[in-house]
């Protein structure tokens, strides 16, 4: 079993729907969780991190975090054709190391 | 502020060299990770420092390696190279460690060819 896995997708939605990203962990110790948007032939980007179990919203994006099912998704409303990337989930378990999901592929249609 | 910087930016190898990369955090960030991405496997962990030491360690080869110096600067160097070496190479820094909530911020990359 892989330590943090995503769907990879093509996830495809049309403009101004709402886009769900999933992400899964292994690690009950896991402490932080983050998202990050990577654009073709670019560097990762942080979006948002959430360490609380709940609900945590940016602008048109939530992260949501649930400890016990050891989940953590990404919604993006309002999905508009520039959010068309990977969005890779990250796990920090503590030792110093971030563990990254595979990312899922996300297409905007126009 | 400036960002993390990496260089250089692109590299072409033959198998059986040796390649070194550079990183330059944050101005202030201390801690330094390293990280492979390939098509097939993703971001893959190499390693961290925080103030000259190394903390973690992925599951790579001996022939990987790295270090930081005092101003936080990070190498990382890869011997006898292999085809399979060919990844893009990035560093990210954060200001203290990568403890909960502590965020990374990425370099634009090294790409490597290794032919």
């Known amino acids: 079993q892989k330590e943090v896995e995503q769907n990879s997708g093509p996830l495809s939605v049309p403009e101004g729907a709402i886009a769900s990203l999933n992400c899964t962990y292994s690690?009950?110790?896991?402490?932080?969780f983050f998202w990050y948007r990577q654009y073709s032939g670019k560097s990762p980007e942080l979006i948002m991190f959430?360490?609380?179990?709940g609900d945590k919203e940016d602008g048109r994006f939530t992260a949501q975090l649930n400890k016990a099912s050891q989940y953590v998704s990404l919604l993006i409303r309002d999905s508009q054709p520039s959010d068309s990337a990977t969005y890779l989930c990250a796990v920090n378990a503590g030792g110093f190391k971030t563990i990254f999901g595979a990312g899922t592929r996300l297409f905007v249609k126009a | 502020k400036a960002g993390v910087t990496q260089t250089p930016r692109y590299l072409i190898k033959t198998r059986g060299q040796q390649v070194t990369l550079s990183c330059s955090p944050i101005s202030g960030h201390r801690s330094v990770s390293w990280y492979q991405q390939t098509p097939g496997q993703g971001l893959q962990f190499l390693f961290e420092?925080?103030?000259?030491?190394?903390?973690n360690k992925g599951n790579f080869p001996g022939r990987f390696s790295g270090r930081q110096f005092s101003n936080s600067r990070s190498e990382m160097n890869v011997s006898t190279l292999e085809l399979g070496d060919s990844a893009l190479y990035l560093c990210?820094?954060?200001?203290?460690?990568?403890?909960?909530?502590?965020?990374?911020?990425f370099g634009p990359g090294t790409r490597l060819l290794v032919l």
């Open positions: 990210a820094s954060s200001f203290r460690d990568t403890g909960p909530g502590e965020t990374q911020y």
């Open positions: 420092y925080f103030s000259e030491t190394q903390r």
């Open positions: 959430i360490y609380s179990n």
């Open positions: 690690d009950r110790g896991s402490q932080s």
